[in-house]
């Protein structure tokens, strides 16, 4: 069977150089932020040897830093699919998306509503409950437990005609991986008249984004999350962000995308994003023919090089995330929290094992170089509902370009060493 030459990739990212207890490290926290490959820490140290400036002066270094910003927009526009003044930058997803709640939240009226879920990251939570401090009801769509996907039957009637006004989800679950029908919750929006926001921030590792196909208002994601560095990335459609009240100095650009964005910018990030998308592109160069048939029509250039990137990241974590699944599901004691199968997801599984708490796990797997996650991961609110605070939460781990089926068998080896100990050594 084809894949992808794994050892290629691996070879690009130094951090997969280390060794704990004897093996080498097992990055399987991707969820919480990849590693970075040695293009990206290339281009941050290049851009602050070479050009580091602010921007907009009159010598060398200004208009290379210009000049790196807007080129940084194009790449992260073929990231999105949109053009380059819909694309901006932020501290992190959370800041940018409390500036645009703030800013929409400018032309609000009391008994105004708006739409978020049990599912999402407080990252796109939070920033609209804070809207209920000026009369605005925050109405949030149920998910169901047992198959930790969300209730569009109560979607469906929660969306009213002239009251709802925001509708904001995630993507994709960061917590356990299940992938949501943004594209449905746009429509629905735009038949109300209400924005929508989409959170991608756990998607954008696992496939290609396409705004105009979703047809959201805004999507907002993180470039450490896709093998960059701690910024935040948003699209916001021209139109809708031209209208918008931002909150914004009299002294700043008044023109979308700058308008989205507050003070002196991290040029050196910016730089690592942009570098982070190009090796995603060269990925999907080098690996397009495992992907042709899937690629859409009429693609071109890097924007074609990148849906293949995401699309061949898909194809070689997809067989590893099954086997996790498979493999944990089967030992007692094990309990694995997602979709069911044939929900779409990402390659991303989280799951408990009885009698022993997340961060125990946790831990025990880090000491043999298995680097996993534990918590709620900020999606206290299906964490919540899950009934898993009092245990500390899930265990989670995440798959990269970069993760192997010998990874993914040392993990089932160990967490089934772990249960066998947790039910006193019994079989």
């Given at each position: 069977m084809p894949h992808i030459d794994t050892d290629f990739v691996r070879s690009q990212f130094p951090a997969l150089a280390r060794i704990i207890s004897g093996q080498p490290v097992a990055y399987l926290d991707g969820p919480g932020g990849t590693q970075v490959p040695q293009r990206?820490?290339?281009?941050?140290?290049?851009?602050?040897?070479?050009?580091?400036?602010?921007?907009?002066?009159?010598?060398?270094?200004?208009?290379?830093?210009?000049?790196?910003?807007?080129?940084?927009?194009?790449?992260?526009?073929?990231?999105?699919?949109?053009?380059?003044?819909?694309?901006?930058?932020?501290?992190?997803?959370?800041?940018?998306?409390?500036?645009?709640?703030?800013?929409?939240?400018?032309?609000?009226?009391?008994?105004?509503?708006?739409?978020?879920?049990?599912?999402?990251?407080?990252?796109?939570?939070?920033?609209w409950l804070h809207l209920a401090e000026r009369g605005v009801?925050?109405?949030e769509v149920p998910?169901?437990?047992?198959?930790?996907?969300?209730?569009?039957?109560?979607?469906?009637?929660?969306?009213?005609?002239?009251?709802?006004?925001?509708?904001?989800?995630?993507?994709?679950?960061?917590?356990?991986g299940t992938v949501s029908d943004v594209a449905r919750a746009a429509a629905r929006a735009r038949e109300v008249g209400a924005l929508s926001v989409v959170d991608a921030v756990h998607y954008a590792l696992h496939g290609p984004i396409d705004v105009?196909?979703?047809?959201?208002?805004?999507?907002?994601?993180?470039?450490?999350k896709f093998f960059g560095p701690h910024i935040g990335v948003a699209y916001a459609r021209r139109p809708v962000l031209d209208a918008l009240r931002t909150l914004t100095l009299s002294t700043q650009e008044p023109e979308p995308p700058f308008k989205l964005e507050t003070g002196t910018l991290n040029h050196e990030g910016i730089a690592g994003a942009a570098a982070a998308i190009e090796f995603i592109a060269d990925f999907g160069r080098r690996n397009e023919d495992l992907v042709a048939d899937e690629l859409p029509d009429g693609l071109q250039g890097r924007r074609r090089a990148i849906v293949a990137g995401m699309l061949a990241s898909e194809w070689h974590e997809r067989p590893i995330a099954r086997?996790?699944?498979?493999?944990?599901?089967?030992?007692?004691?094990?309990?694995?929290?997602?979709?069911?199968?044939?929900?779409?997801r990402t390659s991303t599984v989280s799951f408990t094992i009885d009698g022993i708490e997340a961060a125990d796990v946790c831990r025990t797997l880090g000491e043999r170089g298995l680097f996993l996650w534990d918590g709620h991961f900020y999606a206290f609110k299906?964490?919540?509902?899950?009934?898993?605070?009092?245990?500390?939460?899930?265990?989670?781990?995440?798959?990269?370009?970069?993760?192997?089926?010998?990874e993914a068998e040392r993990l089932i080896a160990a967490v089934a060493e772990l249960a066998t100990s947790a039910r006193g050594g019994r079989t």
């Amino acid at each position: 069977m084809p894949h992808i030459d794994t050892d290629f990739v691996r070879s690009q990212f130094p951090a997969l150089a280390r060794i704990i207890s004897g093996q080498p490290v097992a990055y399987l926290d991707g969820p919480g932020g990849t590693q970075v490959p040695q293009r990206v820490l290339d281009a941050m140290r290049d851009y602050l040897v070479t050009s580091n400036s602010n921007i907009h002066g009159f010598f060398a270094t200004t208009e290379e830093t210009d000049a790196m910003i807007a080129g940084a927009r194009e790449t992260l526009g073929d990231f999105f699919g949109c053009g380059p003044d819909e694309v901006a930058f932020g501290a992190n997803m959370t800041t940018l998306n409390f500036l645009l709640a703030q800013a929409i939240g400018r032309d609000l009226q009391p008994g105004d509503e708006i739409l978020i879920t049990e599912i999402d990251h407080e990252a796109n939570r939070g920033p609209w409950l804070h809207l209920a401090e000026r009369g605005v009801l925050v109405r949030e769509v149920p998910v169901h437990t047992s198959t930790c996907t969300l209730d569009w039957d109560a979607f469906e009637t929660m969306v009213k005609p002239g009251r709802t006004k925001v509708i904001a989800l995630n993507y994709a679950s960061n917590a356990v991986g299940t992938v949501s029908d943004v594209a449905r919750a746009a429509a629905r929006a735009r038949e109300v008249g209400a924005l929508s926001v989409v959170d991608a921030v756990h998607y954008a590792l696992h496939g290609p984004i396409d705004v105009k196909a979703i047809g959201c208002d805004f999507l907002l994601c993180s470039a450490y999350k896709f093998f960059g560095p701690h910024i935040g990335v948003a699209y916001a459609r021209r139109p809708v962000l031209d209208a918008l009240r931002t909150l914004t100095l009299s002294t700043q650009e008044p023109e979308p995308p700058f308008k989205l964005e507050t003070g002196t910018l991290n040029h050196e990030g910016i730089a690592g994003a942009a570098a982070a998308i190009e090796f995603i592109a060269d990925f999907g160069r080098r690996n397009e023919d495992l992907v042709a048939d899937e690629l859409p029509d009429g693609l071109q250039g890097r924007r074609r090089a990148i849906v293949a990137g995401m699309l061949a990241s898909e194809w070689h974590e997809r067989p590893i995330a099954r086997r996790l699944i498979e493999e944990l599901s089967a030992i007692d004691g094990v309990t694995v929290y997602g979709p069911p199968a044939g929900h779409p997801r990402t390659s991303t599984v989280s799951f408990t094992i009885d009698g022993i708490e997340a961060a125990d796990v946790c831990r025990t797997l880090g000491e043999r170089g298995l680097f996993l996650w534990d918590g709620h991961f900020y999606a206290f609110k299906l964490v919540e509902r899950l009934g898993l605070m009092d245990r500390g939460g899930l265990v989670r781990a995440g798959l990269a370009p970069y993760n192997t089926m010998d990874e993914a068998e040392r993990l089932i080896a160990a967490v089934a060493e772990l249960a066998t100990s947790a039910r006193g050594g019994r079989t």
